[in-house]
Every structure is written in C-alpha cells, then in structure tokens.
C-alpha cells in the first residue's frame, strides 16, 4: 500500500472507532443490552445445535424419519468399518464449517419438518426421496470424498469421476445420480416388500 493509501486507511479506522464511541456514549445502556442479548443468543443457539444436530435426534424425533433412521444405520455412512459415522446433517445441511449458511438452512428445514409435522398430510416417502435426491449438491459429498481420483479405484469409477469433476453441473454426472443408496441401504431385507 502506498503511504497515502495507509493514511487513508488509518483516518479512515479512526473515524469508526470515534463513530462506534460517539454510539457507545449517546445509547451507552441500550448498547450494552444488545450486546449482551446478541451474546447470549449465540451462546444458547450453539448450545442448541450439538444436541439437535445428533442423528438420534433427526431420526428419532418424528416417527416420519424412523425409516430413514433405520436404512442410514445399514448404510457405509451410518456403519463401516472405519467406526465413523457421517451424521445426517453432513448430508442434509450445507456444511457446518459455513456457520451463517448451516444455521439458516438448519433453521428453515427444521421449522419446516415441524409445521409438516403438526399440519401436514400423510407422509409420502417416495414423493420426498425424488425431491431429496434432485437438492442433495455434490458439494456436500466432495466436502469428504475431496480426493477421488487419487483411489485406487477400478477403471469405470475412474471414468465416471473424471466425467463427474469435469462437469459437475451435468445431471448424470451428479454424485447421487450413481450413488443413490449411499445415505440409505434400502435394499436390504427389511425394507423391501
Ligand atoms: C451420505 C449422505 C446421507 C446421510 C448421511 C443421510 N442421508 Fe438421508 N438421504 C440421502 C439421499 C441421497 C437421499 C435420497 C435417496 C434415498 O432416499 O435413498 C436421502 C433421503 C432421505 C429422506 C427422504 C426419504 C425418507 O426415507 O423419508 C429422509 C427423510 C432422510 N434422508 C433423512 C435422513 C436422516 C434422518 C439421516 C440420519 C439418521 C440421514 N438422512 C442421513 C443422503 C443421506
Ligand atoms: C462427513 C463425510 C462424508 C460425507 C459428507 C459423505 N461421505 Fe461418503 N463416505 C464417508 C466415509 C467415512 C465412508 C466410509 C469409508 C470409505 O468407504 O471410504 C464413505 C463411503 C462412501 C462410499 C463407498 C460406499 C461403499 O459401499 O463402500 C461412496 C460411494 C460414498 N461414500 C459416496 C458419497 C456420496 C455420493 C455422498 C454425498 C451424497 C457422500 N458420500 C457424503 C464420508 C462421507
Ligand atoms: C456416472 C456414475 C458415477 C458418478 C456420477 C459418480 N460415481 Fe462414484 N463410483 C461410480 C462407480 C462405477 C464406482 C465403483 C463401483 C462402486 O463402488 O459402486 C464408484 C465408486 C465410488 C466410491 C468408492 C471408492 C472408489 O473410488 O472406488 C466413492 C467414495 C465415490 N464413488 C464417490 C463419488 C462422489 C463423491 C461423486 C460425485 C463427485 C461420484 N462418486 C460420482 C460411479 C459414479
């Protein structure tokens, strides 16, 4: 930066902490209120997100997801060999590292799932299995799977990646389009008819 350009910049940083002063003085008590609720706000709403993000939660909470509890935990996410869970909001949410966006998507599907709940209709599973598989984004899976090419993978996994990172926005070259029963193993004795 050039030394008039930081002269500015400096004048300019000390005109805002006179102005948030100025505001400090003028509203001094009603500031420190809100100071003191957007606080508390955060600290109840993280407090909040560990226990109501747990998949017990999400999957045992409504009788609606019991299904989806059930064929997650039969799952390479909900079991493997590796012991690590992939919970279901690592799937169902953009990722919690983006802060603002989880808690607002988290906000928005679970006031949403709760209304459904009380005034909603019959559950149609296979109507909301259409519409999950056309939102979940490849983003979600690549936030993990972040290097596939580099797998030991046999040759038409390789293809399909290649095809799939190059164009992402292709529909056939989605992650779910190939990989549908990932999240949940419906296949399985105990869910088909
Ligand atoms: C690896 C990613 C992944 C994880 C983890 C995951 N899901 Fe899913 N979920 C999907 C995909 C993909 C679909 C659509 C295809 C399908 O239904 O199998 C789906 C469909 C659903 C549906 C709509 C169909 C139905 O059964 O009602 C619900 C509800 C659901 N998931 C809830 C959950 C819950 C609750 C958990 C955790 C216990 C979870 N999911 C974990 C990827 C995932
Ligand atoms: C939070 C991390 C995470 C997310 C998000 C995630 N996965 Fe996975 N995935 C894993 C882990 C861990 C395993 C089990 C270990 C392994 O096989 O590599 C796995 C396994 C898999 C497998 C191998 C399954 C098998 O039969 O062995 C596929 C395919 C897969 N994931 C695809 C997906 C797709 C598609 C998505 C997005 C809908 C997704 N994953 C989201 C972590 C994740
Ligand atoms: C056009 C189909 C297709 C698409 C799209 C696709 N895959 Fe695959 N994937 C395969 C095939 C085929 C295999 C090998 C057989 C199997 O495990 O199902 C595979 C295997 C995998 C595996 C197991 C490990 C390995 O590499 O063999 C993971 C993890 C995986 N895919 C993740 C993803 C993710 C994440 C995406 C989205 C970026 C994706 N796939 C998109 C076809 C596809």
């Known amino acids: 930066m050039t030394i008039l350009g930081r002269m500015k910049s400096e004048k300019l940083?000390?005109?805002?902490?006179r102005c948030l002063w100025g505001i400090i003085r003028r509203h001094g008590r009603g500031f420190l209120v809100g100071l003191i609720c957007a606080v508390a706000a955060f600290v109840v709403i993280n407090a909040m997100l560990g226990p109501t993000s747990k998949s017990e939660f999400c999957g045992a909470a409504c009788h609606e997801m019991n299904t989806a509890y059930k064929t997650w935990e039969l799952?390479?996410?909900g079991a493997n060999k590796f012991g690590f869970r992939v919970e279901c909001v690592d799937c169902h949410l953009p990722p919690k590292d983006k802060f603002f966006t989880h808690l607002a998507a988290k906000?928005?599907?679970g006031a949403k799932?709760?209304?459904?709940?009380v005034f909603g209709g019959e559950y149609d599973?296979?109507?909301i299995r259409t519409r999950v598989v056309e939102h979940i984004s490849s983003e979600r899976c690549l936030h993990c799977h972040d290097s596939l090419l580099t797998k030991p993978s046999g040759s038409a996994a390789r293809k399909a990646h290649l095809a799939s990172l190059s164009r992402p926005?292709?529909?056939?070259n989605r992650c779910v389009h190939c990989h549908e029963h990932v999240?949940?193993?419906r296949h399985s004795k105990l869910f088909s008819p």
Do not use: C, L, N
């Open 113 to 117: 799932d709760g209304i459904k709940h």
């Open 13 to 17: 940083s000390r005109k805002a902490v």
């Open 169 to 172: 926005e292709t529909p056939e």
């Open 107 to 109: 906000s928005y599907e």
């Open 183 to 185: 999240g949940h193993e």
């Open 75 to 77: 799952s390479p996410h």
């Open 125 to 127: 599973v296979e109507k």
